[in-house]
């Protein structure tokens, strides 16, 4: 077992600089938490603390990864009992890392990324430090111009082309990088954060890998999934890694659903209120758009029937329930109970079953053709209403889902004077956002929430394409 090289002898010569610099990055610490002085100083002299301990981060940052490195080469070794890792009883590298320098995981994965291209290779007779994989970027991290972030912002694109960039490429586009990250580029810009050194890095990474896309794609592929977690009190947790033109697919949807491209009219009544803003987040806009791409496939007639028919969600409810508008509904392969609002919701667009029972079990009705609105009935009211009526929705006609203005459990025909576009979100929140629709002489009305519009009046639905056009002419 032997500890390798003869340079054992450091951790005295090192420790006790380590152990001053430690105890003087202590008192700074110290004072500046106690002092007020951050408190007290302008504008830019915070800025110029808050950079100056980063370059003390940096350095710190520098002698870890180059610590790290050597780590790693004493774990290299064939024989498992030889190990470093093994003889300080860890499973591998990330586990002593994480231990000793109490980061988590993912910090410590990272550390050892960095190290594989600016650690020195040794020789193996003499124990002489060799040339890095990317020496350039082991200068820069001496100099503490690049801490974890940088060298990975720099290494990453880089040695991602693997075997189809020779060294000697990858070496010139890091030189000419490092250059940047130093604040010598030829553009003159001061010192290059790590984001703006990856964007240079994947552009030479490209310029140089001209086949890299091919391989890339492949990589992508096979990491690509779709996780649904276990459900919980507050939903079902999803993750996962989309393929680009995956993700690019749903972005396009979303941006159709949620960018105005129609101009709004307010022809029949110029006092009609503002429409309120969509308090939704970004995220919540998102799941939105997922929801009514759902609904959309699940509605088209173009998925793979199962015993015939299209994908069907059965919701079950209890009659009573259903009549009072209270209690619990369930869904097929849904853990948690629904609430009775979401089963009409649920039940209101045309893939779903209903299936009524009484308390003893029996079932008292099942939710049949006649409740969905059909294809020619759809087109009909798609023409009249163009969009998602509610004022200021903008979610086009073939992502809408059709409401039944009267319930269909209340006796609500499926009728074309009894169905609306709402989109999703409206659709689903109809109950709870305020807003009231009812057909007048086969006219959608909707009345906007008080706080909105105190006057509480009743205005057509402006958002008919058609209807639009007819009152242009007219005036
Ligand atoms: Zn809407």
Redesign the pocket.
């Known amino acids: 077992m032997s500890e390798a090289l003869p340079r054992m002898g450091g951790m005295n010569t090192l420790a006790a600089p380590i152990a001053d610099l430690r105890q003087q990055a202590g008192r700074v610490v110290r004072d500046a938490a106690t002092s007020g002085v951050l408190q007290g100083v302008g504008d830019s002299d915070l800025a110029r603390i808050l950079g100056e301990l980063a370059g003390v981060q940096r350095l710190v940052e520098a002698a870890m990864i180059d610590a790290v490195g050597e780590v790693m080469r004493r774990s290299e070794v064939a024989s498992v009992p030889d190990r470093m890792t093994s003889r300080l009883g860890c499973r591998d590298v990330g586990e002593l890392v994480e231990r000793v320098t109490r980061v988590a995981g993912p910090a410590a994965s990272r550390l050892q990324k960095a190290a594989k291209v600016v650690r020195p290779s040794i020789a193996d007779t003499t124990g002489e430090l060799l040339e890095a994989e990317l020496p350039v970027l082991r200068d820069a991290m001496i100099d503490g111009v690049v801490g974890v972030d940088g060298v990975l912002a720099i290494a990453g694109p880089l040695m991602e082309t693997g075997r189809r960039v020779p060294r000697a490429g990858k070496r010139h586009a890091a030189g000419v990088v490092v250059a940047g990250a130093r604040g010598d580029g030829p553009d003159g810009s001061p010192p290059l954060s790590a984001e703006l050194l990856r964007v240079q890095a994947s552009t030479w990474a490209l310029a140089l890998d001209q086949d890299g896309a091919e391989p890339r794609e492949r990589q992508v592929a096979r990491k690509r999934f779709l996780r649904l977690g276990a459900e919980n009190a507050y939903g079902v947790p999803i993750s996962g890694l989309l393929m680009p033109e995956v993700a690019a697919q749903l972005q396009q949807i979303h941006n159709a659903q949620h960018s105005p491209h129609t101009v709004e009219f307010t022809l029949d009544h110029t006092d009609a209120p503002e429409p309120p803003p969509d308090d939704r987040t970004h995220g919540q806009k998102l799941h939105d758009t997922l929801a009514s791409a759902l609904h959309v496939a699940a509605a088209s007639g173009a998925l793979p029937t199962i015993g015939g028919a299209a994908p069907t969600l059965v919701v079950s409810v209890t009659e009573e329930d259903l009549q009072s508008g209270r209690g619990y509904a369930h869904a097929d392969g849904c853990p948690q109970p629904l609430s009775i609002a979401t089963a009409l919701h649920v039940a209101c667009s045309g893939v779903i079953q209903r299936v009524v029972s009484r308390p003893d079990g029996r079932i008292v009705r099942i939710g049949t053709e006649d409740r969905v609105f059909n294809r020619h009935q759809r087109r009909a009211i798609a023409l009249r209403d163009g969009?998602?009526?509610?004022p200021g929705?903008?979610?086009p006609a073939a992502w809408?889902e059709i409401h039944h203005v009267t319930d269909y459990a209340k006796g609500g025909p499926t009728h074309t004077d009894n169905g609306v576009l709402?989109?999703?979100?409206?659709?689903r929140y109809i109950d709870t956002i305020g807003w009231k629709i009812r057909m007048k002489a086969g006219v959608p009305e909707v009345r906007a929430p008080y706080w909105l519009d105190p006057s509480m009046k009743w205005r057509p639905a402006t958002t008919s394409p058609t209807r639009l056009r007819s009152k242009v002419m007219q005036t």
């Open positions: 969009r998602c009526i509610i929705c903008h979610v809408t709402l989109c999703w979100y409206h659709h």
